[in-house]
């Protein structure tokens, strides 16, 4: 490939980046809450992850290695707990508008980093009228802290992607072999692909299992000071989300 000579270590990509919150769009994305015929509420993202739970504070599987705790906080409001092999990743609070339109869910939590987070996203209604059921949109996303990736080569021909907030690494070659993703965070068989499809732009493929899971291209500016990851689910390309990292 005539670029290759672009990939060594002189290469614009290697550095530490940091999120850029104000130029990144996370909203639009939407998940499902039903009643299953068992008498359980179903979540669906309608992509590659549902499961039922119930609200009454038993402790449910849910994605990957994952199981969630819901318990009734209010009339209109619902936490929840998520963990990850018994380790706690996250907290949930989700308080329902009075017209039953606006659904607001906060995250709480720490990340392996010893970082604390607390993120907000309010959904709109899309379908269903009354409680959780329905579907929802996001429409305004607020992170908390800024997510960082380290991009070095270790050794020739060999990348590495670090993301220290969560501790995970990836290492590999970018042809699109399927690298597994190690890290506190990470779940079972969790592999990411890459690969250069030209000196600014690496494609790659987040699988679980072998499962497509997420995609995405990042592309670097033409001034080498920023790139943007425009990603999205499995069989949701119409969702997409943009991050945009600026070097350090």
Do not use: C
């Amino acid at each position: 490939m005539p670029f290759l000579p672009a990939l060594a270590a002189d290469s614009p990509w290697i550095g530490t980046w940091k999120l850029d919150l104000a130029k990144s769009h996370f909203a639009g994305e939407t998940f499902t809450y039903s009643k299953s015929a068992n008498g359980l509420m179903h979540y669906s993202d309608g992509s590659t992850i549902s499961y039922d739970f119930g609200i009454d504070g038993k402790e449910y599987k849910s994605a990957y290695n994952r199981t969630t705790t819901w318990s009734a906080a209010g009339d209109n409001a619902w936490d929840s707990v998520t963990k990850a092999d018994g380790n706690v990743l996250a907290n949930f609070h989700r308080v329902l508008s009075a017209d039953g339109k606006t659904l607001t869910v906060t995250v709480t939590g720490t990340r392996p980093d010893g970082t604390a987070f607390n993120d907000v996203t309010v959904y709109k209604r899309v379908t269903g009228s009354k409680g959780l059921a329905g579907k929802w949109r996001s429409t305004k996303v607020e992170i908390s802290a800024s997510d960082k990736v380290v991009i070095s080569i270790p050794s020739s021909g060999m990348w590495r992607l670090e993301f220290p907030g969560y501790k995970n690494t990836v290492e590999g070659k970018a042809d699109g072999t399927e690298l597994p993703v190690i890290g506190p965070t990470a779940p079972p068989g969790f592999t990411v692909s890459m690969k250069f499809v030209s000196p600014t732009k690496l494609s790659y493929v987040g699988k679980v299992n072998g499962k497509p899971q997420g995609y995405g291209p990042w592309t670097l500016a033409a001034d080498g000071k920023s790139f943007t990851d425009l990603s999205w689910d499995a069989g949701k390309s119409s969702e997409k989300t943009i991050g945009v990292y600026d070097k350090q």
